[in-house]
């Protein structure tokens, strides 16, 4: 089956950094995506990574290991409106289609 | 904004009934895939349109169903409603098809069964 694991709730300051991790155990691996997702709102793309490595933009950075099913969301000299929901989400490729499958997400709540 | 319109903002039904949920894709997007986000499931995968044919299809119930129009706009029908289908469904937008990267949300559907 496909799985994604990420940390239910995390607490940071203001000006801090903060990292947020996903593991994922998927079959047809095809990318992964970072989505932001205010209480009640849309999710809004953050980054995506196919390959490994860093993808840097602005404040947020993300990171993925394939062989070890990992990517880390790092979140830099954040700010109060950096409070949301962070959605570590897998693209896959199989007989069926492409499906994106997201993890429960990460409660981040910044705190002056 | 986005791009991606869905209506309406909320609806409220009983159980046993059937609701359409509306939404028009970004200009030019060619994808249009539907999400179902409750508070213990998370947001889950439902089914993918590429053009008027689909193209993928998730955790969609039977009593569920969707389709693409001509001009793009796509409809997801739920029908014999329970309470545990209240939720908040999502459409995104993309451009292409399986290989596009970035997906487009629109502000979704609060629907409550009652």
């Known amino acids: 089956g496909q799985n994604i694991d990420q940390p239910t709730e995390m607490t940071a300051t203001e000006g801090a950094i903060v990292q947020i991790n996903c593991t994922y155990q998927?079959?047809?691996?095809?990318?992964l995506f970072w989505y932001q997702q205010h209480a009640g709102e849309a999710p809004t793309f953050l980054s995506y990574?196919?390959?490994?490595g860093l993808e840097e933009k602005g404040r947020f950075s993300s990171f993925l290991s394939r062989s070890k099913g990992y990517s880390y969301l790092l979140l830099k000299e954040l700010q109060m409106k950096d409070s949301a929901s962070y959605l570590c989400?897998?693209?896959?490729?199989?007989?069926?289609?492409?499906?994106?499958?997201f993890g429960k997400g990460t409660t981040l709540s910044v705190s002056s | 904004d986005s791009g991606v319109t869905q209506t309406p903002k909320h609806l409220i039904t009983a159980t046993g009934q059937r609701v359409t949920l509306r939404c028009s894709p970004r200009?030019?997007?060619?994808?249009v895939y539907w999400y179902q986000q409750s508070l213990d499931q998370g947001l889950q995968f439902l089914i993918h349109y590429y053009n008027g044919e689909e193209r993928a299809k998730g955790n969609i119930l039977e009593r569920f169903s969707a389709q693409q129009f001509p001009d793009l706009h796509s409809e997801l029908n739920l029908s014999s409603l329970e309470l545990g289908d209240s939720a908040l469904y999502f459409c995104?937008?993309?451009?292409?098809?399986?290989?596009?990267?970035?997906?487009?949300f629109g502000p979704g559907t609060r629907l409550t069964v009652l």
């Open positions: 998927t079959s047809g691996f095809n990318g």
């Open positions: 989400a897998v693209r896959v490729l199989n007989q069926a289609g492409t499906a994106l499958i």
């Open positions: 990574n196919v390959l490994d």
């Open positions: 995104a937008s993309s451009q292409g098809g399986a290989s596009y990267n970035e997906q487009f």
């Open positions: 200009s030019g997007d060619l994808s």
